[in-house]
């Protein structure tokens, strides 16, 4: 697909170029979105709101990087902002800097699949969520983090290292349960 002319063509306001790059990009970054919020009424939301503001702004979009990547910055943004207003979600996405710990680096050596690893971050308070999308998946410093959420870098890496922390933790009790019914299930068959 020829991006820099789908572009051009989006400019001139063709509805068949908008609905193609609407088409192309909006499954992927429907999973953005819902990677950000607690449900796909929400999630599709954020995505309409989304598509709106990269058709408003596209005469920004500068063909030296990936459309991709610029799209789903906008998208990562819209989801913020929409944490932010939605009053679902202001109880849940607020950060404290009290018993702030260093990020430590505990590997679990457990075997999950990546929808098993996706449904375990969503079980996140929605705070931990997105810091944990933003510099885990989106690949955000602490300071990028910070800057967006308006916080500082400090408050982003404990929120991060809790929300790894807990997920280690429930990594290891599914582990752990696994083990148990595979033996359980191994027993009864002998």
Known sequence: MDYNKLVRECLREIPAAQ???????AETMLGVCYRYTRSMDDA?????????????NLHQYKSEGELGAWIRRIMVTTALNYLKKNSRYNHEFSFDNENLHPVVDDNPEVKIMGKELADLIRQLPIGY??????????????????????????????QYA???ALLITWLKKNDEMSHKNYRANYHDKR
């Open 44 to 56: 599709e939301d954020v995505l309409q709101d989304g598509f709106v503001k990269i058709f408003r």
């Open 129 to 158: 969520q997105t810091i944990f999308n933003l510099h885990a998946v989106e690949g955000f410093s602490h300071v990028e983090i910070g800057k967006m959420l308006g916080i500082n870098e400090g408050t982003s890496r404990s």
């Open 162 to 164: 809790r929300a790894r």
């Open 19 to 25: 609905r193609q790059l609407y088409d192309h990009f």
